[in-house]
């Protein structure tokens, strides 16, 4: 995919550069031509074709929060951390 996009922006760069050292061209027109038939067709194409790409990668994004999630809710305290915890063991009595 990114070699045909290499190759249209090299055809197109000397279709620029052909227009710029025209003798009836310009460097406006060169840089018109330039990004009406270079760089704003090869954007929209490569956004639509990266449209996939993005949607794993946001669904890869979601299932790793969910999993995050689900982890975090497992490891939580027992009573749901609403009380404070105290010593787990209970402190040894001294025999007088």
Not at 60 to 89: I, R, T
């Amino acid at each position: 995919m990114y070699l045909v996009a290499i190759a249209w922006i090299y055809v197109v760069l000397m279709m620029a550069l052909a227009e710029a050292l025209s003798s009836q061209g310009t460097v406006l027109g060169a840089v018109i031509t330039f990004m009406l038939y270079g760089v704003l067709p090869l954007w929209v194409v490569l956004y639509i074709m990266g449209a996939p790409a993005r949607g794993r990668a946001r669904r890869a994004a979601e299932a790793a929060a969910l999993a995050a999630a689900a982890s975090a809710a497992d490891s939580a305290a027992p009573d749901g951390g609403a009380v404070a915890a105290g010593d787990a063991v209970a402190a040894k009595r001294k025999e007088p």
